[in-house]
Antibody, heavy 119, light 107 residues
Framework: EVQLVESGGGLVQPGGSLRLSCAAS????????MSWVRQAPGKGLEWVAN????????YYVDSVKGRFTISRDNAMNSLYLQMNSLRAEDTAFYYC????????????WGQGTLVSVSS | DIQVTQSPSSLSASVGDRVTITCRAS??????LAWFQQIPGKAPKSLIY???NLRGGVPSRFSGSGSGTDFTLTISSLQPEDFATYYC?????????FGQGTKVEVK
């Protein structure tokens, strides 16, 4: 069964940094685009970033450009989101998600990890 | 950016009801639209891609239709496990954008 397990969330002060990880299993990780999607508590879903199979194509929502970096380690079957210069409005559940080749959209989601930005 | 507007934002329905949710894109997106279901406290689940294709394991009471700017998600006979919030997402271009969600509640 496909599994995506996020970790690394927590409480951080405004201006701080956090690195999220997503451990993938039960599928050939290196063959899939991957995505981060976030959801502020009680709010809707917001796409954050996509990365292609080898990391050569990366896209971000404007609100995180220059502050967040998506990356992957195919040898470790892991996806990452480095978050710098965090703001209160970055407070959200962050979901890791898989996108099948050629589909452009998500088929499996992780369970999410909560990032809280507060002083 | 392409705006995606769902309607209604919430609805009340009973088990067995036929439920329809609409999603309108601010410009044409062909059939690059997906639907997701989220039960409170849980991660989203993928239901439909390419406007009308069911993901594996999704019950056949769910269906999607539309192309261009107007799309619908239909649940033919609402079941207790279907009470949830539903989101559409366009993946025609970047940034990917979601609708604001439609909460399906018990009448």
């Amino acid at each position: 069964e496909v599994q995506l397990v996020e970790s690394g969330g927590g409480l951080v002060q405004p201006g701080g940094s956090l690195r999220l990880s997503c451990a993938a299993s039960a599928f050939t990780f290196s063959s899939y685009w991957m995505s981060w999607v976030r959801q502020a508590p009680g709010k809707g879903l917001e796409w954050v970033a996509n990365i292609n199979e080898d990391g050569s194509q990366i896209y971000y929502v404007d609100s995180v450009k220059g502050r967040f970096t998506i990356s992957r380690d195919n040898a470790m079957n892991s996806l990452y989101l480095q978050m710098n210069s965090l703001r209160a409005e970055d407070t959200a559940f962050y979901y890791c998600a898989r996108m099948p080749y050629g589909s452009g959209t998500i088929d499996y989601w992780g369970q999410g990890t909560l990032v809280s930005v507060s002083s | 950016d392409i705006q995606v507007t769902q309607s209604p934002s919430s609805l009340s329905a009973s088990v067995g009801d036929r439920v329809t949710i609409t999603c309108r894109a601010s410009q044409g997106i062909a059939n690059f639209l997906a639907w997701f279901q989220q039960i409170p406290g849980k991660a989203p689940k993928s239901l439909i891609y390419a406007a009308s294709n069911l993901r594996g394991g999704v019950p056949s009471r769910f269906s999607g239709s539309g192309s261009g700017t107007d799309f619908t998600l239909t649940i033919s006979s609402l079941q207790p496990e279907d009470f949830a919030t539903y989101y559409c997402q366009q993946y025609y271009t970047y940034p990917r954008t979601f609708g604001q969600g439609t909460k399906v509640e018990v009448k």
